[in-house]
């Protein structure tokens, strides 16, 4: 999988596409040690938490296709300020064939930042966190 099959959705509209991401997630542990434990510590596993940084690159409305499909910075940022609920998917851009895999994740951007350099695109990253993540895989038939 490649940055460029990394999609960003409000719902079922494009909003950005990205150059690279990670998807992070770590899982509490719960203390059970007791005075019976002796000196091991001893815990279960609980809930998982996902976490998410994309990196993406800075885009104008520079046609009327990605006008029209609201793939632009602008677009991404105003759902960061409006705490709008965003679809990650991780994917080959066409249909999946069999044994390929996708990742979708359901949640909200928690931070963004603006990068600009001499001769170079401008790009910004974003992080934040999902409340639902799921991974599917194409079976063999």
Partial sequence: IFGDNVFVYDG??????????????????????????GDVEQAVVGKAKYTWDI????????????????????????KYQNKTELTLVIKN????????ESYTGV??????KLQGT????ESFTA???FNSFAVAKVAYS
């Fill in 12 to 37: 079922t509209t494009l909003i950005a596409c990205g150059k690279s991401i990670s998807v992070n997630s770590t899982r509490k542990e719960l203390d059970t040690t007791c005075s019976g434990s």
């Fill in 55 to 78: 990196d993406i690159l800075w885009r104008q409305d520079g046609t009327s296709t990605e006008a029209t499909e609201n793939i632009t910075s602008y677009d991404f940022i105003t």
């Fill in 93 to 100: 851009s066409g249909t999946l064939a069999a044994g390929e």
């Fill in 107 to 112: 949640g909200f951007i928690t931070n963004f």
């Fill in 118 to 121: 001499v001769d170079s695109v």
């Fill in 127 to 129: 992080s934040g966190f």
